[in-house]
């Protein structure tokens, strides 16, 4: 194999298919970044604005030319609007994933809904109660109405507060007053982001950024903690199992189908409809031995940790498993989908589907999903696929063999479940030292670092050194695809670490989830500060995002900073035009919220950093 | 011998050429690295607008250099073979007499040390940065012959296309 090929993943499934990709001349994210070499300085470093007509504006770097846009903005300013425009759109993303979530919930409490059903009863009157709504007695679709109609009041809220920060401790809420950043309202947030970062309003960096950890902290302890929530009573609350993982999970004799995306709205039903027996009979018919789903990126994080649905690969694999030729159908929603899978697809029998009114692709087949028909639409995708079935070209195609075992499905109450009712086990190996602290490895694939590099150098030598890591999205993928999610991974980590794997038989790096599901990890450190009596910002813990490339992924790494947990990022963010921006959110945030971001491209380096401030954490705990 | 050629229809004005150059004239050589330097790396070309034509401004290298006549101390001088203009800051005394008589513009001023800098042409590299960095290929590196060359089979495939359809008239 080809040296550039090796360097581009780590992945022996995803190193095989790009030298099949190479061979049959098919062009993959990676050749399509290679072709906008060089990208332009000026976008690198943030310091170039659209917001308006009298532009597009930029800012010599080197400061010979102009240091002000025709308004009058300077470096500081257009980075600042920009990283504000970033977090507001990613906020935009999960916080809209987690409105259709609550839509989703009254319409099946409504007995609207085509297919969905309130799984987690007793989560759903949890919630009820932190809602203030009485459940006692009460029919339980009435109840789920309530608390459906609740948070999606918080969406459209003006005075906050949001209800879900106040699981955050005490000192941290009072912080964020203090510094004017408690949220008032999901949508509100987003919407003040857009107006300040227009022409002539807001111009002040530091100001602006306040915002951006504002508006962060509206979705990582609202629309993305909405969205887990509500996911959980209509789907089920994740709970350990055992499944399969990367490209080897297709199957030669099955009618192979992807969901690719993130919302399980769509996925479930997918995995429903898959076992409609109708559907099972026609398969036989075609010729299929059944029909295998396979999931890609978030939603099939969803469908894996609630159902074992095996996980065919993450963001960069989306189009790899194209080049399978195994695919019948890839069925897409909303986010991380690349456009480039239509001109792809059309090589292949592959059918490329999107399904949401706001994800159209030119090129794909639009078979539009609503939540009323939701099971009958799912019905006639699925049916699409097995229809497609014959038309597959045995010879062209190719399955790596590999698929790795892993254990997935950690839920913060499946993680107590696992401690035996209590987080105090944890708290006792963490103040003992055999678990010196925990990591949140999380985030995207980005073709700029080698792929799953990343993610699975940082998070081995985080658990060498007795780091807990609890992980989700994209990296949790790759950690399953390196066989960290087994049990059995316990040999890589330090000796006190394995100990506490062993004594309860999980794996040293956990499985949280979809990128939603960060806010199961914001939930777990506030119920460790909480019993502990201190703030987030001083526990022993850390994050990462080592392959991020979203937008969703910089408002993630705002909340978790905003939060009080230090954050590595593994990519250079779109900052460093305004060295004043730069240092705020790499020094000067340490003394504003309690934590700050750190860059460090070498993913080993990275995990040393997290685990230096893990020592210093506990040196100040004192434990 | 290869020259850089502007090709006067493709500049966006995007000045991707001038960060390349500035950044191919740092000590750290990668943009990160660079913003940050002192002395504050130097670009040696420079995008211009007239109207609504935008196109990158660079030495020309001219045979017969007026800035080398011009220099009174040696720091400019032309290599017989490559006919590569090179400046020597050692020598420079900042008289800007190059500045003068350039008949393009393109030598600049390294405001720390009160020196020119102009275009080496990039002598550690085999294509120029600024060429490198085109994202249209409005900058071109080739020998002189292909690049007139290719004016010519343009310019005769507009001229055939234009005969034919005065042929079909």
Known sequence: MREEILQRSIDPATQFMLSVAEREHLETAWDRLEAQQPQCGFGELGVCCRHCNMGPCRVDPFGEGPSKGVCGATADTMVARGLLRAIAAGAAAHSDHGRDAAHTLKLTAEGKSGGYQITDEAKLKRLAEEYNIPHEGRPINEVALDLANAVLAEFGRQEGPIRFTRRAPAGRVELWQKLGIDPRGIDREIVEGMHRTHIGVDNDYVNLVLHGLRTSIADGWGGSMIATEIQDVLFGTPKPLRTQSNLGVLETDQVNIIVHGHEPILSEMIVAASQDPDLLALAKEVGAEGINVAGMCCTGNEVLMRHGIPIAGNFLQQELAVITGAVEAMIVDVQCIFPALADLSSCFHTQFISTSPKAKFPGAIHIEFHEEEAYETAKAIVRRAVENYPNRKRACVVIPEEKTECMVGFSVEAIVEALGGSLDPLLDAIKSGAVQGIAGVVGCNNPKVPHDAGHVLLVKELIAHDVLVVTTGCNAIACAKAGLLQPEAADLAGEGLKGVCRALGIPPVLHMGSCVDISRILVACAAIANALGVDISDLPVAGAAPEWMSEKALSIGAYVVASGIFTVLGTVPQVLGSPNVATLLTEGAEDVVGAKFAVELDPVKGARLMIDHIAAKRAALGI | ?169
């Open chain 2, 1 to 169: 011998m290869k020259e850089i050629f502007v090709r006067l229809d493709r500049c966006l004005g995007c000045h991707s050429c001038e960060l390349a150059c500035a950044v191919e004239h740092s000590a750290g050589k990668t943009l990160f690295a660079a913003i940050a330097e002192k002395p504050v790396p130097r670009k040696r070309l420079y995008v211009e607008q007239v109207d609504d034509h935008k196109l990158p401004l660079l030495c020309r290298h001219c045979e017969d250099a007026p800035c080398v006549q011009a220099c009174r101390t040696g720091a400019l001088s032309q290599d017989p073979i490559t006919r590569i203009v090179s400046h020597d800051p050692d020598r420079c005394i900042g008289c800007w007499m190059c500045t003068m008589v350039c008949p393009y513009g393109v030598i600049g001023r390294e405001l720390e040390r009160r020196v020119a800098v102009k275009c080496d042409r990039c002598p550690d590299r085999d294509i120029p940065a600024c060429v490198d960095a085109c994202p249209t290929h409005a900058l071109v590196y080739v020998e002189e012959g292909d690049f007139v060359g290719s004016v010519r089979r343009a310019a005769a495939a507009e001229l055939v296309e234009g005969y034919v359809v005065a042929q079909t008239v």
